[in-house]
Nanobody, 120 residues
Framework: QVQLVDSGGGVVQAGGSLRLSCAASGSIFGITTMGWYRQAPGKQRELVAVLTRAGSTNYADSVKGRFTISRDNAKNTVYLQMNSLNPEDTAVYYC??????????????WGQGTQVTVSS
């Protein structure tokens, strides 16, 4: 089992920045991707950014150039640096780890979510 704890959300004015953190613990071997998703009220959860074990990254078009995903292996922590925030970024942000499990499609773990509110 993997436990994920999200933190770092808050209220910020448009144009501001926040850094989200996702601290992982437990059996974190076999993790293939680490990512951030978000869900705004009335909308489906969407992928924001993903980081593979090999170090490659992928971002939603809406956040490219503004958000950066990174990791600190020594701390088992994944970060999402969010710059130039705008009201459309308001959502609950969730950390996700995908773990390879032999003979299956793998297993997903989720953080509890952290609220990001951007005021205009």
């Amino acid at each position: 089992q993997v436990q994920l704890v999200d933190s770092g959300g808050g209220v910020v004015q448009a144009g501001g920045s926040l850094r989200l953190s996702c601290a992982a613990s437990g059996s974190i071997f076999g993790i293939t991707t680490m990512g951030w998703y978000r869900q705004a009220p009335g909308k489906q959860r969407e992928l924001v950014a993903v980081l593979t074990r090999a170090g490659s990254t992928n971002y939603a078009d809406s956040v490219k150039g503004r958000f950066t995903i990174s990791r600190d292996n020594a701390k088992n922590t994944v970060y999402l640096q969010m710059n130039s925030l705008n009201p459309e970024d308001t959502a609950v942000y969730y950390c996700n780890f995908h773990q390879w499990v032999v003979g299956t499609t793998g297993k997903d773990y989720w953080g509890q979510g952290t609220q990001v509110t951007v005021s205009s």
